[in-house]
């Protein structure tokens, strides 16, 4: 799969060798009647555009009664720039730092001591449930216990983002999607909303309370959050992991680096192989730069992130080099469009960051570990981004 790109470079070979590239250049494209845009520019004006409404994962098939309790992600213009500053208070630098470290490292270090008892793990079970476990928190998502609640999340958010085609086909999702819903709620969400009820906490649910949320719109936080924040999560450790794991020179770097060094390498990673390889958006004004003429106002377009991630226009030189110093070069964060960009950007993205860095940091101090068997690729169409599975991890055995 390795294909030299260009030559030239005076720094790096350049070599294309992202691991999903195979993969993605196949799977994606924007849904019907989109325009496709690569071109950086063009797509970071549509995703900060005010007049660029959310048109991914059926938003424009949705209606809520209640605006102010439909998840942030559907939302759009001043009830979305409402529920984002009041839900910002969870997802801060301040929180992150500290408020959630704490449960990072505690996940972690639980997590890390079941892997040296048994000497052997599946890395995307660890990845997934310290990602359950991190958002579960924010959210509030604690008063049932942890293996069931793992179990029930998967299944409803699988069931949640699934996509089938046939009408037979359809009400059998229908009737999954619901009874995994219902699971979810009486196991998990209201034990923590009886509990929150009784002593509010500094949480998600405590707020969504506050606010007079019905349990409904709880759930449906909860199944947004879960599918934003432990889907993808998930895979970017895996991701992560395996570079590291097979580039050792990267992984000293990692390993010497402090926490900026380290969340350089990581979004470095990100950047060339993004978890969510496409956004949607629908732009009520016309849009300039992808043909000779302004495209009308109404338009749908498809933002590839991938693509944009890779254009020298926005990275600089040498785009398929893991480069974590590109980001100063480039005066950038190191996000580029990896986490997208404008009102819609993902407010979780320090969350993914420090969650993956302690993990890794943690894991590859262990004595002896290694990876036994890469992961085998699959694309989730709900996500729209890759999946990493089968990834067998292993170290010496805790006596
Ligand atoms: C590596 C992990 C992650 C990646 C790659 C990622 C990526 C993204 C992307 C690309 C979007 C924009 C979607 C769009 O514009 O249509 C987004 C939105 C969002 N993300 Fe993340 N995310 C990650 C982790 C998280 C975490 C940990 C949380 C929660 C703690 C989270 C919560 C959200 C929410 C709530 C939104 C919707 C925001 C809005 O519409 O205003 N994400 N994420």
Not at 90 to 110: G, N, Y
């Amino acid at each position: 799969m390795t294909e030299a790109v260009a030559s030239g470079c005076p720094m790096h070979d350049n070599v294309d060798r992202r691991k999903s590239a195979k993969l993605a250049a196949k799977m994606t494209k924007p849904d019907g009647g989109a325009h496709w845009v690569k071109k950086p520019s063009v797509a970071r004006a549509i995703l900060r555009s005010p007049e660029a409404l959310q048109a991914g994962a059926g938003a424009e098939m949705l209606n809520f009664e209640n605006p102010e309790h439909m998840p942030v992600f559907f939302l759009d213009g001043a009830d979305h720039r409402k529920k984002r500053t009041k839900t910002q208070k969870f997802l801060s630098p301040k929180a992150v730092s500290e408020q959630h470290h704490t449960i990072m490292r505690e996940v972690t270090d639980e997590l890390l001591a079941e892997f040296q008892r048994a000497g052997t793990a599946k890395l995307e079970d660890v990845s997934f449930q310290l990602a359950i476990e991190v958002v579960g928190e924010i959210l509030g998502l604690t008063n049932s216990d942890q293996a069931g609640r793992a179990k029930r999340i998967q299944r409803v958010l699988y069931a949640s983002i699934a996509q089938r085609e046939g009408n037979f086909a359809n009400r059998i999702l229908k009737f999954q999607q619901a009874f995994h819903t219902g699971n979810f709620f009486l196991w998990d969400v209201l034990p923590a909303i009886k509990a929150r009820k009784k002593a509010p906490k500094n949480d998600a649910i405590s707020f969504y309370i506050e606010e007079g949320y019905s349990n409904m719109a709880i759930v449906v936080e909860c199944l947004t959050y879960g599918a934003a924040g432990m889907l993808t999560t998930r895979e970017f450790i895996v991701m992560t992991a395996w570079y590291l794991f097979e580039d050792l020179a990267l992984r000293q770097r990692f390993l010497d680096g402090d926490s900026k060094e380290q969340i350089n390498i990581l979004l470095e990673i990100l950047r060339l192989e993004p978890v969510a390889a496409m956004v949607h958006r629908r732009v009520n004004a016309e849009v300039e730069g992808l043909g000779e003429k302004p495209m009308p106002a109404g338009e749908l377009y498809g933002i590839d992130i991938r693509a944009a991630n890779v254009d020298e226009e926005l990275v600089g030189e040498c785009p398929f080099a893991v480069d974590p110093d590109r980001a100063q070069r480039q005066r950038d964060t190191g996000r580029y469009l990896s986490f997208a960009d404008g009102p819609h950007n993902c407010p979780g993205w320090q969350v993914a960051l420090h969650e993956t860095r302690i993990f890794l940091e943690q894991l590859f101090k262990l004595p002896g570990v290694k990876l036994d068997r890469e992961p085998d690729m699959s694309w989730n169409e709900g996500v729209k981004g890759y999946e990493l599975r089968n990834a067998m991890i292993s170290c010496d055995k805790s006596a």
